[in-house]
């Protein structure tokens, strides 16, 4: 779920979510008079407000059991032994996966990919089971790591003799997220439309055009950009040629920022509100 956080949130945002590595259109009525001064609005930088972030989506599952952990609501699901060792895994972010048991409510995830580390993710689950709270470092992309702290309530419970990390989570709140996981820079000239994030990631492509790679992003992920409105656009992000996601920004007369990112992989929607920062 981190992956889809950070990538429905940042530029990535662009952004990938998934997970394993966490993307339909606000929409603004907005009279006529004001709809160039909207897309004119839309450039600058901005910072998403993480407490705006609304969630929806099936429950996050996973189960830790006889010496294995596997995601099962991650997208490819996947398993792995749980000895702290690293062991392959076939995923868009990450070629080799460790878990390992700190204690009986917490659970350290590490994966890499190439042989680098690409995040980290501990999850430590509450004395009555039903809170699940997590911290997370992505640095996968090459500029600043993304970084955040997230709680999941329990919606599923855990089979008998699985550590309590197992069952199915429903996210209820995200928190801590640096700059590297919020901030995003849009600049639009004529038909030429940029988003960069100090996360390292990148893309220059023209709106309407084809499909552009997105810089720093280890999936492969290309984003193409079309018009949704005089003051709205639509990013469509995809690997391999199929489409994974898409992300709706529209500029608003009250100056904010609103974004729907929807995730084909997982089913996911996520919608959130920016303010500028300059």
Known sequence: MRKIIIGSLAAASLLALSACNKQPAASSNEAASNSAAA?????????????????DQK??????????????????????????AFHPVSLPYADSDSVKVVDPHTVTETAK????QVSVTTMTVSADGNTLNGKFT??????????????????????????????QWKPTKLSNFNDAA????????????????????????KVGGGDVPIKGDIAGTTAAVSKAGDNSY????????????????TAGSDGKLSAESHNELSGSTLKWTATKQS
């Open 39 to 55: 897309a004119t609005g839309i450039k600058g930088t901005w910072k998403a407000d993480i407490n705006s972030v609304q969630f």
């Open 234 to 249: 639509k990013v469509t992000r995809k690997r391999g040629g199929k489409v994974v996601g898409e992300t709706t920004y």
């Open 138 to 167: 992505d640095s996968s992309t090459p500029g600043t790591p993304g970084t955040g702290e997230f709680t999941e309530t329990r919606v599923g419970a855990a089979p008998s003799g699985a550590h309590p990390v197992s069952g």
């Open 113 to 116: 990919k190439g042989g680098k």
């Open 182 to 205: 919020l901030t995003f820079t849009v600049a639009v000239n004529g038909d030429d439309f940029q988003l960069s994030s100090p996360d390292g990631t990148s893309y220059d492509a």
């Open 59 to 84: 429950p996050d599952e996973m189960l830790l059991q006889n010496g294995t952990f596997s995601c099962k609501s991650c997208t490819p699901a996947y398993s792995v032994p749980a000895d702290g």
